[in-house]
Protein backbone atom coordinates (compact mmCIF):
# COMPACT_ATOMS: atom_id res chain seq x y z
CA UNK A 1 0.00 0.00 0.00
CA UNK A 2 1.50 3.05 -0.89
CA UNK A 3 -0.23 6.63 0.26
CA UNK A 4 1.13 9.69 -1.98
CA UNK A 5 -0.42 12.75 -3.63
CA UNK A 6 -2.65 11.70 -6.90
CA UNK A 7 -0.62 12.24 -10.19
CA UNK A 8 -2.59 13.88 -13.33
CA UNK A 9 -2.38 10.63 -15.07
CA UNK A 10 -4.76 9.27 -12.57
CA UNK A 11 -7.43 11.20 -12.87
CA UNK A 12 -9.59 9.34 -14.14
CA UNK A 13 -9.46 6.44 -11.26
CA UNK A 14 -9.90 10.20 -9.21
CA UNK A 15 -12.62 10.94 -10.74
CA UNK A 16 -15.01 7.72 -10.17
CA UNK A 17 -13.64 7.45 -6.54
CA UNK A 18 -15.26 10.63 -5.75
CA UNK A 19 -18.80 10.20 -8.27
CA UNK A 20 -19.07 6.94 -6.62
CA UNK A 21 -18.63 8.45 -3.40
CA UNK A 22 -21.22 11.24 -3.58
CA UNK A 23 -23.38 9.84 -6.43
CA UNK A 24 -25.50 13.19 -6.00
CA UNK A 25 -23.51 15.30 -4.36
CA UNK A 26 -20.71 16.03 -6.66
CA UNK A 27 -20.33 19.32 -8.74
CA UNK A 28 -19.96 19.11 -12.22
CA UNK A 29 -17.21 22.49 -11.74
CA UNK A 30 -15.28 19.60 -9.11
CA UNK A 31 -14.63 16.92 -11.81
CA UNK A 32 -14.24 19.98 -14.81
CA UNK A 33 -11.76 21.49 -12.75
CA UNK A 34 -9.68 18.26 -11.26
CA UNK A 35 -7.42 17.49 -13.71
CA UNK A 36 -6.10 21.11 -13.93
CA UNK A 37 -5.73 20.28 -9.60
CA UNK A 38 -3.54 18.12 -9.91
CA UNK A 39 -1.29 20.21 -11.89
CA UNK A 40 -1.28 23.46 -10.05
CA UNK A 41 -4.08 23.08 -6.51
CA UNK A 42 -5.42 26.11 -6.20
CA UNK A 43 -8.73 24.46 -4.20
CA UNK A 44 -6.63 21.77 -2.59
CA UNK A 45 -4.43 18.82 -2.93
CA UNK A 46 -6.11 15.37 -3.42
CA UNK A 47 -4.00 12.64 -1.59
CA UNK A 48 -4.47 9.15 -2.60
CA UNK A 49 -3.95 5.35 -1.36
CA UNK A 50 -2.96 2.77 -4.06
CA UNK A 51 -2.50 -0.91 -3.79
CA UNK A 52 0.85 -2.59 -5.09
CA UNK A 53 -0.92 -2.43 -8.88
CA UNK A 54 -1.29 1.06 -8.77
CA UNK A 55 -5.08 1.41 -7.99
CA UNK A 56 -6.60 3.89 -6.40
CA UNK A 57 -8.29 2.82 -3.52
CA UNK A 58 -9.10 5.73 -1.79
CA UNK A 59 -8.86 9.08 -1.97
CA UNK A 60 -8.93 13.24 0.09
CA UNK A 61 -8.93 16.08 -0.92
CA UNK A 62 -6.65 18.24 1.41
CA UNK A 63 -7.52 22.10 1.53
CA UNK A 64 -5.40 24.92 3.67
CA UNK A 65 -7.68 27.56 5.51
CA UNK A 66 -7.54 30.27 7.71
CA UNK A 67 -9.57 29.69 10.65
CA UNK A 68 -10.41 32.13 13.26
CA UNK A 69 -10.00 30.72 16.63
CA UNK A 70 -11.69 32.79 20.15
CA UNK A 71 -10.28 35.96 17.55
CA UNK A 72 -6.81 34.71 16.30
CA UNK A 73 -6.39 33.73 12.99
CA UNK A 74 -4.92 30.07 12.62
CA UNK A 75 -4.04 27.39 9.63
CA UNK A 76 -6.65 24.92 9.03
CA UNK A 77 -6.56 21.86 7.23
CA UNK A 78 -9.44 20.53 6.07
CA UNK A 79 -10.60 17.35 4.87
CA UNK A 80 -13.17 16.78 2.12
CA UNK A 81 -14.05 13.60 -0.37
CA UNK A 82 -12.96 11.57 1.41
CA UNK A 83 -13.55 8.75 -0.95
CA UNK A 84 -13.64 4.91 -1.21
CA UNK A 85 -12.90 2.65 -4.39
CA UNK A 86 -16.90 1.62 -4.69
CA UNK A 87 -15.06 -2.29 -5.21
CA UNK A 88 -12.71 -1.63 -1.51
CA UNK A 89 -15.14 -0.64 1.00
CA UNK A 90 -14.70 -1.16 4.39
CA UNK A 91 -11.16 -2.12 4.22
CA UNK A 92 -9.91 0.74 6.21
CA UNK A 93 -8.72 2.96 3.37
CA UNK A 94 -10.38 5.82 4.71
CA UNK A 95 -8.75 5.36 8.31
CA UNK A 96 -5.63 5.16 6.68
CA UNK A 97 -5.72 8.39 4.39
CA UNK A 98 -6.84 10.41 7.60
CA UNK A 99 -4.24 9.36 9.09
CA UNK A 100 -1.53 10.67 7.29
CA UNK A 101 -3.08 13.33 6.61
CA UNK A 102 -3.83 14.29 10.87
CA UNK A 103 0.18 13.29 10.97
CA UNK A 104 0.78 15.70 7.58
CA UNK A 105 -0.47 18.81 9.34
CA UNK A 106 0.42 18.17 12.66
CA UNK A 107 4.41 18.16 11.08
CA UNK A 108 3.93 20.74 8.96
CA UNK A 109 2.86 22.74 11.82
CA UNK A 110 -0.78 23.06 11.29
CA UNK A 111 -2.70 22.95 14.38
CA UNK A 112 -6.54 22.44 14.03
CA UNK A 113 -8.38 20.68 11.68
CA UNK A 114 -12.03 20.81 10.17
CA UNK A 115 -14.31 18.33 8.02
CA UNK A 116 -18.07 18.21 7.28
CA UNK A 117 -18.78 14.39 8.52
CA UNK A 118 -20.94 12.21 6.12
CA UNK A 119 -20.90 10.16 9.61
CA UNK A 120 -20.21 11.75 12.94
CA UNK A 121 -19.46 8.58 14.60
CA UNK A 122 -16.71 7.38 12.23
CA UNK A 123 -15.00 10.48 12.49
CA UNK A 124 -15.57 11.03 16.15
CA UNK A 125 -13.69 8.09 16.37
CA UNK A 126 -11.21 9.62 14.68
CA UNK A 127 -10.38 12.30 17.38
CA UNK A 128 -12.85 14.80 15.71
CA UNK A 129 -15.33 16.94 17.59
CA UNK A 130 -18.59 18.53 17.29
CA UNK A 131 -17.80 22.52 15.94
CA UNK A 132 -20.70 24.58 14.51
CA UNK A 133 -24.16 24.39 14.25
CA UNK A 134 -26.94 26.00 11.86
CA UNK A 135 -30.62 25.92 12.11
CA UNK A 136 -32.72 25.84 8.88
CA UNK A 137 -35.92 28.00 8.62
CA UNK A 138 -38.30 27.56 6.47
CA UNK A 139 -41.16 29.98 7.34
CA UNK A 140 -43.78 31.15 4.46
CA UNK A 141 -42.85 35.00 3.23
CA UNK A 142 -46.53 35.55 4.45
CA UNK A 143 -44.99 35.28 7.79
CA UNK A 144 -41.99 36.62 7.31
CA UNK A 145 -42.04 40.38 8.54
CA UNK A 146 -41.92 43.32 6.44
CA UNK A 147 -40.46 46.58 7.25
CA UNK A 148 -41.21 48.29 4.66
CA UNK A 149 -37.94 49.24 3.07
CA UNK A 150 -35.51 47.17 0.71
CA UNK A 151 -34.70 50.63 -1.12
CA UNK A 152 -30.84 49.63 -0.51
CA UNK A 153 -30.68 46.39 -2.11
CA UNK A 154 -29.49 45.33 -5.72
CA UNK A 155 -27.87 42.37 -7.68
CA UNK A 156 -24.17 42.34 -7.16
CA UNK A 157 -22.18 43.31 -10.69
CA UNK A 158 -18.83 42.49 -11.41
CA UNK A 159 -17.03 45.86 -10.04
CA UNK A 160 -19.12 44.83 -6.51
CA UNK A 161 -16.80 41.95 -6.01
CA UNK A 162 -14.12 43.66 -4.25
CA UNK A 163 -16.40 44.95 -1.71
CA UNK A 164 -18.50 42.01 -1.39
CA UNK A 165 -15.09 40.03 -0.17
CA UNK A 166 -13.62 42.30 1.48
CA UNK A 167 -17.23 42.76 3.48
CA UNK A 168 -16.82 38.94 4.12
CA UNK A 169 -13.20 39.30 4.78
CA UNK A 170 -14.17 41.94 7.22
CA UNK A 171 -16.80 39.47 9.18
CA UNK A 172 -14.66 36.47 9.09
CA UNK A 173 -11.70 38.43 10.83
CA UNK A 174 -14.02 38.60 13.62
CA UNK A 175 -16.28 36.12 13.59
CA UNK A 176 -14.86 32.81 15.97
CA UNK A 177 -15.13 29.90 13.47
CA UNK A 178 -15.27 31.46 10.28
CA UNK A 179 -13.11 30.27 7.45
CA UNK A 180 -10.39 31.92 4.53
CA UNK A 181 -9.36 30.53 1.64
CA UNK A 182 -8.36 32.74 -1.25
CA UNK A 183 -9.28 30.66 -4.15
CA UNK A 184 -12.55 28.99 -2.92
CA UNK A 185 -14.27 32.52 -0.73
CA UNK A 186 -14.64 34.54 -4.30
CA UNK A 187 -16.31 31.28 -5.81
CA UNK A 188 -18.57 30.50 -3.17
CA UNK A 189 -20.20 33.59 -3.48
CA UNK A 190 -20.20 34.27 -6.84
CA UNK A 191 -21.02 31.02 -8.01
CA UNK A 192 -24.09 31.78 -6.65
CA UNK A 193 -27.11 31.72 -9.00
CA UNK A 194 -28.13 35.09 -7.53
CA UNK A 195 -26.02 37.64 -5.36
CA UNK A 196 -27.93 40.72 -3.63
CA UNK A 197 -26.08 43.24 -1.51
CA UNK A 198 -27.50 46.15 0.71
CA UNK A 199 -25.68 49.75 0.37
CA UNK A 200 -26.74 52.02 3.33
CA UNK A 201 -25.26 55.66 3.15
CA UNK A 202 -23.33 54.86 0.38
CA UNK A 203 -21.65 51.98 1.78
CA UNK A 204 -21.87 48.27 1.42
CA UNK A 205 -23.20 46.63 4.66
CA UNK A 206 -24.50 43.06 3.43
CA UNK A 207 -25.17 40.75 0.83
CA UNK A 208 -26.97 37.81 0.53
CA UNK A 209 -26.68 34.95 -1.95
CA UNK A 210 -29.96 32.32 -3.20
CA UNK A 211 -31.20 30.03 -5.93
CA UNK A 212 -34.63 28.35 -6.25
CA UNK A 213 -35.49 25.21 -5.73
CA UNK A 214 -38.32 23.45 -7.21
CA UNK A 215 -41.50 22.23 -4.72
CA UNK A 216 -44.16 19.67 -5.56
CA UNK A 217 -46.47 21.80 -7.09
CA UNK A 218 -48.65 20.85 -10.53
CA UNK A 219 -47.59 24.46 -11.94
CA UNK A 220 -44.41 25.77 -12.32
CA UNK A 221 -44.70 29.19 -10.83
CA UNK A 222 -43.84 27.71 -7.28
CA UNK A 223 -40.35 27.34 -6.00
CA UNK A 224 -38.69 27.78 -2.58
CA UNK A 225 -35.76 30.27 -2.01
CA UNK A 226 -32.84 28.72 -0.67
CA UNK A 227 -30.91 31.29 1.00
CA UNK A 228 -27.35 29.97 0.85
CA UNK A 229 -25.58 32.56 2.99
CA UNK A 230 -26.64 35.82 4.19
CA UNK A 231 -23.91 38.24 5.78
CA UNK A 232 -24.74 41.53 7.60
CA UNK A 233 -23.28 43.85 9.62
CA UNK A 234 -26.04 45.34 11.67
CA UNK A 235 -30.32 45.30 11.95
CA UNK A 236 -31.30 47.56 9.49
CA UNK A 237 -29.76 45.46 6.83
CA UNK A 238 -31.20 42.68 8.12
CA UNK A 239 -34.58 44.47 8.12
CA UNK A 240 -33.68 45.18 4.39
CA UNK A 241 -33.12 41.47 3.81
CA UNK A 242 -36.32 40.03 5.83
CA UNK A 243 -38.60 42.84 4.13
CA UNK A 244 -37.25 41.52 0.34
CA UNK A 245 -38.25 37.84 1.50
CA UNK A 246 -41.27 38.89 2.79
CA UNK A 247 -42.17 40.56 -0.55
CA UNK A 248 -42.32 37.26 -2.84
CA UNK A 249 -45.63 36.19 -1.51
CA UNK A 250 -46.75 35.50 -5.18
CA UNK A 251 -44.27 33.54 -5.90
CA UNK A 252 -42.34 31.77 -3.48
CA UNK A 253 -43.11 29.18 -1.59
CA UNK A 254 -41.29 28.89 1.48
CA UNK A 255 -37.81 30.97 2.09
CA UNK A 256 -35.05 28.54 3.13
CA UNK A 257 -33.05 30.17 5.41
CA UNK A 258 -29.62 28.53 6.51
CA UNK A 259 -28.28 30.19 9.75
CA UNK A 260 -26.34 30.28 12.89
CA UNK A 261 -28.46 32.47 14.63
CA UNK A 262 -30.78 30.26 16.83
CA UNK A 263 -33.09 33.52 17.48
CA UNK A 264 -33.75 34.29 13.50
CA UNK A 265 -37.23 32.61 14.23
CA UNK A 266 -38.45 36.23 15.84
CA UNK A 267 -38.09 38.10 12.61
CA UNK A 268 -41.27 35.28 11.83
CA UNK A 269 -44.73 35.72 12.65
CA UNK A 270 -45.56 32.35 12.50
CA UNK A 271 -42.03 30.21 12.00
CA UNK A 272 -43.77 26.99 11.38
CA UNK A 273 -41.39 24.64 8.79
CA UNK A 274 -45.09 23.35 6.84
CA UNK A 275 -43.72 20.49 7.67
CA UNK A 276 -46.43 19.16 9.67
CA UNK A 277 -44.15 18.34 12.65
CA UNK A 278 -45.44 19.02 15.85
CA UNK A 279 -45.06 17.33 19.25
CA UNK A 280 -48.62 16.11 21.28
CA UNK A 281 -49.62 17.47 17.51
CA UNK A 282 -49.78 21.45 18.32
CA UNK A 283 -46.01 22.32 19.40
CA UNK A 284 -44.60 23.56 16.20
CA UNK A 285 -41.40 22.66 14.68
CA UNK A 286 -39.85 26.19 14.33
CA UNK A 287 -36.49 25.01 12.62
CA UNK A 288 -34.57 22.13 11.69
CA UNK A 289 -31.07 21.65 14.11
CA UNK A 290 -27.89 20.78 11.74
CA UNK A 291 -24.36 19.88 12.15
CA UNK A 292 -21.73 21.92 10.91
CA UNK A 293 -17.84 21.47 10.27
CA UNK A 294 -16.58 18.98 13.12
CA UNK A 295 -12.99 20.30 14.41
CA UNK A 296 -9.81 18.28 15.78
CA UNK A 297 -6.93 19.43 17.03
CA UNK A 298 -3.85 18.12 15.52
CA UNK A 299 -0.87 19.49 17.26
CA UNK A 300 -2.22 20.37 21.35
CA UNK A 301 1.03 21.66 22.26
CA UNK A 302 1.10 23.76 19.01
CA UNK A 303 -2.43 25.03 19.68
CA UNK A 304 -1.27 26.22 23.10
CA UNK A 305 1.44 28.00 21.90
CA UNK A 306 -0.60 30.49 19.60
CA UNK A 307 -3.50 30.05 21.76
CA UNK A 308 -2.11 31.95 25.07
CA UNK A 309 -4.88 33.82 26.07
CA UNK A 310 -7.78 33.42 28.27
CA UNK A 311 -11.25 34.90 27.05
CA UNK A 312 -11.35 36.65 30.87
CA UNK A 313 -8.64 36.81 33.91
CA UNK A 314 -9.27 33.99 36.27
CA UNK A 315 -9.46 34.77 39.25
CA UNK A 316 -6.18 33.29 41.08
CA UNK A 317 -2.76 31.69 39.26
CA UNK A 318 -2.70 28.37 38.82
CA UNK A 319 -1.19 24.70 36.85
CA UNK A 320 -3.35 22.60 35.27
CA UNK A 321 -2.63 19.26 34.60
CA UNK A 322 -3.93 18.57 30.93
CA UNK A 323 -4.32 14.54 30.43
CA UNK A 324 -5.54 13.96 26.88
CA UNK A 325 -6.04 10.95 24.91
CA UNK A 326 -5.22 10.35 21.61
CA UNK A 327 -5.17 6.91 19.59
CA UNK A 328 -4.25 8.69 16.39
CA UNK A 329 -1.34 10.83 17.09
CA UNK A 330 1.08 10.00 19.64
CA UNK A 331 2.57 13.34 21.26
CA UNK A 332 -0.74 14.33 21.78
CA UNK A 333 -1.57 11.64 23.64
CA UNK A 334 0.40 12.16 27.36
CA UNK A 335 -0.50 15.36 29.69
CA UNK A 336 0.19 19.13 29.31
CA UNK A 337 1.25 21.02 32.20
CA UNK A 338 -0.12 24.64 31.50
CA UNK A 339 0.41 27.22 33.55
CA UNK A 340 -2.43 29.97 33.73
CA UNK A 341 -2.52 33.51 35.73
CA UNK A 342 -4.11 36.60 34.52
CA UNK A 343 -5.13 36.58 30.99
CA UNK A 344 -2.33 34.20 29.95
CA UNK A 345 -1.95 30.43 29.18
CA UNK A 346 1.92 29.31 28.95
CA UNK A 347 2.85 26.03 28.50
CA UNK A 348 5.82 24.40 31.19
CA UNK A 349 7.59 21.85 30.77
CA UNK A 350 7.77 20.82 35.08
CA UNK A 351 5.49 22.18 37.50
CA UNK A 352 3.05 20.60 40.29
CA UNK A 353 -0.19 20.61 38.98
CA UNK A 354 -3.10 22.16 41.12
CA UNK A 355 -5.82 20.51 39.51
CA UNK A 356 -6.15 17.70 37.03
CA UNK A 357 -8.19 17.91 33.60
CA UNK A 358 -8.77 14.42 31.71
CA UNK A 359 -10.86 14.30 28.50
CA UNK A 360 -10.15 12.71 24.89
CA UNK A 361 -8.95 14.94 21.99
CA UNK A 362 -12.05 15.41 20.51
CA UNK A 363 -13.89 16.19 23.61
CA UNK A 364 -11.13 18.93 24.11
CA UNK A 365 -11.23 20.09 20.31
CA UNK A 366 -14.98 20.41 20.86
CA UNK A 367 -14.43 22.75 23.76
CA UNK A 368 -11.75 24.90 22.96
CA UNK A 369 -14.01 26.23 20.19
CA UNK A 370 -17.25 26.48 22.26
CA UNK A 371 -19.41 23.91 20.72
CA UNK A 372 -20.09 23.40 24.27
CA UNK A 373 -18.68 24.16 27.83
CA UNK A 374 -16.33 22.63 30.30
CA UNK A 375 -18.91 22.22 32.43
CA UNK A 376 -21.29 20.43 29.79
CA UNK A 377 -18.67 18.34 29.20
CA UNK A 378 -18.17 17.22 32.44
CA UNK A 379 -22.26 17.29 33.19
CA UNK A 380 -22.20 14.41 30.51
CA UNK A 381 -18.99 12.37 31.53
CA UNK A 382 -16.83 13.29 28.54
CA UNK A 383 -13.90 14.86 30.80
CA UNK A 384 -13.10 14.26 34.24
CA UNK A 385 -12.17 17.31 36.75
CA UNK A 386 -10.18 16.53 39.97
CA UNK A 387 -11.28 19.64 41.89
CA UNK A 388 -14.89 21.26 40.07
CA UNK A 389 -13.86 24.63 42.01
CA UNK A 390 -11.14 25.17 39.14
CA UNK A 391 -14.56 24.97 36.42
CA UNK A 392 -15.14 28.70 35.84
CA UNK A 393 -11.21 29.79 35.70
CA UNK A 394 -10.65 26.79 32.88
CA UNK A 395 -13.63 27.78 30.86
CA UNK A 396 -12.37 31.18 31.34
CA UNK A 397 -9.02 30.00 30.41
CA UNK A 398 -9.21 26.99 27.66
CA UNK A 399 -12.90 27.43 26.85
CA UNK A 400 -14.91 29.83 24.69
CA UNK A 401 -18.60 30.77 24.93
CA UNK A 402 -19.54 31.88 21.74
CA UNK A 403 -20.26 29.28 19.08
CA UNK A 404 -18.22 29.17 16.34
CA UNK A 405 -19.95 30.40 13.14
CA UNK A 406 -18.92 29.77 9.77
CA UNK A 407 -20.61 29.66 6.41
CA UNK A 408 -18.34 27.55 4.26
CA UNK A 409 -19.07 24.24 3.42
CA UNK A 410 -16.10 22.05 2.23
Known amino acids: MDVRFVLPSEVGQLA ?41 LG ?31 KERVACTLLKVLMRYYAELGTPI ?42 YAGEADRPAVLDLYRR ?13 MDPHRIFDAPYVVVCRRAGRLTGY ?23 IYEDMDTLRQFMTFFASQVDQIERVRILSADEHL ?10 E ?24 VAGYFRVQ ?32 IAGTQVALIEHAQPDVTLSLGISTLSSVVMGAYSLQQAVDFALAELSDPAFLPDLQAAIGWDTKPVNVTYF
Open 208 to 230: LTFSFVEVDHYTDMYHDLMVHEM
Open 171 to 183: WAERTHGATLHPY
Open 276 to 299: NRAHDGCIHEIGRRTMGYMVRLFD
Open 59 to 89: SVLMMDFTLNVRGVRMPMGAAAYVSANFLHK
Open 308 to 339: NHCQRPVSRPFVLALQVADDFIPFNNRTFLLE
Open 16 to 56: RNVVTSFPSKTPAALLENMEGELYRPDEGRYLGCFDDGGTL
Open 113 to 154: GCLHPFNPAFYRSMGYGYGNEYVLYQPKPCYIRSFGDKSGLS
Open 265 to 274: HMMFTNPDTG
